[in-house]
């Protein structure tokens, strides 16, 4: 294999990356892919006519792929904080709890991400691993942790 850089597209990670080479140089520093890239690509062509969304286009929208797309388009317009001091002195358990929502301004220079979508566009952000909103995932934890034993 050479050392290019492989890209294929699709709604669940819109713009992924495969390099078999040197580093990639396609996607802004810290950033796991390319959130301008993921956010045209899923509000573009992912969209389909009769409602939902799909793969890629040429596809039937689905439930499965409409989830995705939505987490995907929440995931590139929204950034979370992990604070890994706090949940480890409380228990392995805790830290998928340790995630949380930055506000962040419009135009994020440090991720070089342009406003390039419509307030209407903008989605709720989701937790990263249970991928529900932050509230939803709140109250499920405060509802459960109040419960003894099984």
Same mark, same amino acid.
């Given at each position: 294999?050479?050392?290019?850089?492989?890209r294929i597209?699709?709604?669940?990670?819109?713009?992924?990356?495969?390099?078999?080479?040197?580093?990639?140089?396609?996607?802004?520093?810290?950033?796991?892919?390319?959130?301008?890239?993921?956010?045209?690509?899923?509000?573009?062509?992912?969209?389909?006519?009769?409602?939902?969304?799909?793969?890629?286009?040429?596809?039937?929208?689905? &439930?499965?792929? !409409? %989830?995705? =797309?939505?987490t995907? /388009?929440?995931? @590139?317009?929204?950034? #979370?904080?992990? &604070?890994?001091? !706090? %949940?480890? =002195?409380?228990?392995p /358990?805790?830290? @998928?709890?340790?995630? #949380?929502?930055?506000?962040?301004?419009?135009?994020?220079?440090?991720?070089?991400?342009?406003?390039?979508?419509?307030?209407?566009?903008?989605?709720?952000?989701?937790?990263?691993?249970?991928?529900?909103?932050?509230?939803?995932?709140?109250?499920?934890?405060?509802?459960?942790?109040?419960?003894?034993?099984?």
């Open positions: 294999m050479d050392s290019t850089t492989q597209e699709d709604s669940m990670g819109g713009l992924k990356l495969h390099e078999s080479g040197s580093g990639i140089t396609n996607v802004p520093a810290r950033s796991l892919y390319h959130r301008e890239g993921l956010i045209r690509y899923i509000l573009c062509c992912c969209q389909a006519e009769s409602g939902g969304l799909r793969d890629k286009p040429g596809k039937h929208a689905d &439930a499965y792929h !409409s %989830c995705y =797309a939505l995907g /388009l929440s995931s @590139a317009q929204h950034r #979370s904080h992990f &604070a890994s001091e !706090s %949940c480890l =002195a409380k228990g /358990l805790e830290c @998928a709890f340790g995630w #949380s929502p930055i506000k962040k301004p419009q135009v994020d220079n440090d991720l070089d991400i342009k406003q390039i979508h419509d307030a209407a566009d903008i989605v709720e952000p989701v937790h990263p691993i249970f991928v529900i909103p932050y509230a939803a995932v709140e109250h499920t934890r405060s509802f459960f942790s109040s419960k003894t034993g099984f």
